[in-house]
């Protein structure tokens, strides 16, 4: 048995489906030993086809936010890159002064109110 089946617990599930079936065979008229060995890798298949369901999810989860991931980055990524592209426009761009200021007299104007 592989360390990733010892981590995921089948050597306790394997130990508790044996236990089940020394019961089983101690309390069956006919506990013949095929009987016994029978029930062990029954089990012992269920234990494994529950490990590799849940890792098959495990890998699928994965793989699925893996991808929101980098399509999460590729949405940063163009959006850093509009803003620079902004950026960059603007300061490019001369301001226009559009904003009414004070009043608009001529300097001559000015000059007369100011005696």
Same mark, same amino acid.
């Given at each position: 048995m592989g360390a990733q089946e010892r981590k995921e617990g089948a050597v306790r599930r394997a130990g508790v489906r044996q236990k089940?079936?020394?019961?089983?065979?101690?309390?069956?008229?006919?506990?013949?030993?095929?009987?016994?060995?029978?029930? *062990?890798?029954?089990?012992?298949?269920?234990?494994?086809?529950? *490990?590799?369901?849940?890792r098959k999810e495990d890998d699928e989860s994965f793989e699925r936010r893996m991808k929101e991931k980098k399509k999460r980055m590729?949405?940063?990524?163009?959006?850093?890159?509009?803003?620079?592209?902004?950026?960059q426009e603007q300061s490019h761009v001369q301001p226009q002064d559009t904003s009414p200021g004070p009043m608009s007299q001529s300097p001559a104007a000015t000059a007369d109110h100011s005696s």
């Open positions: 089940q079936a020394s019961w089983h065979q101690t309390f069956c008229v006919l506990g013949y030993l095929t009987q016994n060995v029978e029930l *062990i890798m029954q089990a012992v298949g269920v234990a494994e086809d529950n *490990i590799f369901r849940k590729k949405m940063d990524q163009r959006k850093h890159h509009q803003r620079s592209c902004l950026h």
